[in-house]
Structures are given as C-alpha cells and as structure tokens.
C-alpha cells in the first residue's frame, strides 16, 4: 500500500510533511475478516514498525485506521504499509486506501492511493470451510 510521509515541492530541496491516513474497510455485509499485520516501511524498504500488535477482527461492513503523524517523515516519499488478512469463509477483499494531507498557510494538498494485490492465498480445509486472505 503507497503511502507517502512527505513530497517534494518545487525541486528536490524542499518538501511538505503530509499526515498519512491508511483506511482498512470490509467489504461483507455478512462476514467478519482478521488483520494479522499491519507493517509501515520506508523508501528504502527498511522495516519503521507495526500498527497492530494482535490480530484484529473487523465485523462486517467495520472499518479501522492508522495514522502517522505529519512530523512522523520516517517513510519518506515512497513508504509502503503491508497488509495481511485473511477469513474464515471465502469474502470479497477489504478496501484498503491511504489518504495524505497537509496545509501549510494558505496551501492545502491531499491525494489519496489504493491498495495493491501482492500475493493471495486460498486454503481450502474441506467441503464445508474455506479460508482466504491476501497481502495488500
């Protein structure tokens, strides 16, 4: 998941810090899915830290957030955040979006990414249980 802790504006000497929403929604109307790992990486694709200590389940149609703060510019301008779920029973993927800010003076910005599919796993147990998740 793109996210951007800061951006240059004019030229590469000077930059605006942004506060970074990332926005986790599900997407069933009728069935919960678990976050297991909630990673932020900075543009070198050095690990800066977790949001999510234990596993958290998000009732259906339930959203979750993180933020990093505007003066958090650890993830510099090509930050990513990863993350995992997975359900019980075979449900449509979150919405998984980030959305930047900031205003400085009279100047505002905001722009938003989505999420990505990197790898999607399908673990079937049996005829009657089915358990799905992905990397986003």
Same mark, same amino acid.
């Given at each position: 998941m793109p996210a951007y802790s800061h951006i240059y504006v004019r030229d590469a000497q000077r930059s605006m810090n942004l506060a970074t929403t990332l926005?986790?929604?599900?997407?069933?109307?009728?069935?919960?899915? !678990?976050?297991? @790992?909630? /990673?932020?990486?900075?543009?070198?694709?050095?690990?800066?830290r977790a949001y999510l200590d234990t596993p958290r389940t998000l009732k259906p149609l339930a959203s979750?957030?993180? !933020?990093?703060? @505007?003066? /958090?510019?650890?993830?510099g301008v090509g930050a990513n955040f990863i993350v995992r779920w997975?359900?019980?029973?075979p449900v449509a993927p979150p919405v998984v979006e980030t959305l930047m800010i900031t205003g400085a003076n009279t100047q505002g910005i905001s722009f938003r990414s989505t999420a990505r599919v990197l790898r999607e796993e399908r673990v079937p147990t049996d005829t009657s249980r089915h358990r799905s998740g992905a990397d986003l």
């Open positions: 926005s986790i929604r599900n997407t069933s109307p009728d069935r919960p899915l !678990v976050l297991s @790992t909630i /990673d932020y990486y900075d543009s070198s694709g050095e690990y800066v979750t957030y993180v !933020v990093v703060d @505007t003066d /958090d510019i650890r993830g997975h359900a019980k029973q």
